[in-house]
Nanobody, 124 residues
Framework: QVQPMESGGGSVEAGGSLRLSCTVS????????MGWFRQAPGKNREGVAS????????QYAESVKGRFTISQDKDKNMVFLQMDNLQPEDSDMYYC?????????????????WGQGTQVTVSS
């Protein structure tokens, strides 16, 4: 069973940075994409960034392009999300997820394994 676990959330002021980490346990042989998603109460879960595990190719939501960077350490089964120039609208619960689908890598429906989430709060 693949199980992601996030860490690294917290509170920062606008313009600050945070780095989220995700450690994945279990066999990852069938995992095609790792992704970061975020969700505010009462809202849909939004794809933030994803990385194809085989090639390292990444995709980003328009709202975070140029500010967030996803990366991986395959030897350690870890995925990271470096978040720079954070803004109050980035405040959300952030989730790490693993998916076996080859398509739509920012669509949460294509990810079957989820962590518990880590809170990011950005104050103005």
């Amino acid at each position: 069973q693949v199980q992601p676990m996030e860490s690294g959330g917290g509170s920062v002021e606008a313009g600050g940075s945070l780095r989220l980490s995700c450690t994945v346990s279990g066999w990852m042989g069938n995992i095609v994409y790792m992704g970061w998603f975020r969700q505010a109460p009462g809202k849909n879960r939004e794809g933030v960034a994803s990385i194809r595990t085989s090639s390292g190719a990444s995709q980003y939501a328009e709202s975070v392009k140029g500010r967030f960077t996803i990366s991986q350490d395959k030897d350690k089964n870890m995925v990271f999300l470096q978040m720079d120039n954070l803004q109050p609208e980035d405040s959300d619960m952030y989730y790490c997820a693993a998916g076996q689908s080859w398509i739509r890598p920012l669509d949460s429906r294509n990810f079957g394994y989820w962590g518990q989430g880590t809170q990011v709060t950005v104050s103005s």
